[in-house]
């Protein structure tokens, strides 16, 4: 599996757009990247995917260099309701069990007034 | 919407108890999973299964048991609860066809006293 490596926390203020960077050197070539977002008390919530350069959905975008060693989850002026903790996630698109969930720590955005 | 449905969402159980953890999904998904959350370890994998009546080990099956009798729905056993139980568990499902997005209930919040 590869491993990934996020920041603990960052902080933002509403309004800005916030981006989140995740390191996975050992990325294999049937590796996907899949960001997920937890609010407190709830179950992870998918926010978005992708194999390569860019991914755009209404969420959130998603930016993948030509080298895939790392990603950046990019969110648009984020507001008050956006702080949550964010997991990014390596994993073979050729495994149809999903053994590759393996979720971290995660980063714990936290969206100040 | 997909819905992931997690039969309680608080449980105070008893050490020597054996508890029953029910999950639900309406989305015909061939993957379930249960995972439990600690502060400072995130998720990890107690179990999953890619079909009915079949089973997968993930990274902390000890003292668990899992079933699945029918598709949709996915059963996490505590043989004989003991308080190092007590945590968030989280269910999710998800399909052969979308790996990597999973579907995740609220969560239950259980205690063993």
């Known amino acids: 599996l590869a491993k990934t490596t996020q920041p603990i926390s960052m902080d933002s203020y509403e309004g800005q757009e916030v981006n989140i960077t995740c390191s996975h050197n050992?990325?294999?070539?049937?590796?996907?990247i899949t960001w997920y977002q937890q609010f407190p008390s709830q179950g992870p919530r998918f926010i978005i995917q992708?194999?390569?350069t860019k991914v755009t959905n209404e969420v959130a975008s998603l930016f993948i260099p030509a080298d895939r060693k790392s990603s950046t989850l990019s969110l648009p002026r984020v507001s008050l309701s956006d702080t949550a903790v964010y997991y990014c996630?390596?994993?073979?698109?050729?495994?149809?069990?999903?053994?590759?969930?393996?979720f971290g720590p995660g980063t714990r955005l936290s969206v100040l007034p | 919407d997909v819905k992931v449905t997690q039969s309680s969402r608080y449980l105070v159980k008893r050490t020597g108890e054996k508890v029953f953890l029910e999950c639900v999904q309406d989305?015909?998904?061939?993957?379930m999973f249960w995972y439990r959350q600690d502060p400072g370890l995130g998720l990890r994998l107690i179990y999953f299964?890619?079909?009915?009546?079949?089973?997968e080990k993930g990274d902390i099956p000890e003292g668990y048991s899992v079933s699945r009798e029918k598709k949709e729905r996915f059963s996490l056993i505590l043989e004989s609860a003991s308080t190092n139980q007590t945590s968030m568990y989280l269910c999710?499902?998800?399909?052969?066809?979308?790996?990597?997005?999973?579907?995740f209930g609220q969560g239950t919040r259980l205690t063993v006293v």
């Open positions: 999710a499902s998800s399909s052969t066809t979308r790996t990597g997005e999973a579907f």
């Open positions: 992708g194999y390569k």
């Open positions: 299964s890619y079909d009915v009546k079949m089973k």
């Open positions: 050992n990325i294999a070539t049937n590796d996907y």
């Open positions: 989305m015909d998904h061939e993957n």
């Open positions: 996630l390596v994993g073979d698109m050729r495994d149809n069990y999903g053994q590759n969930f393996v």
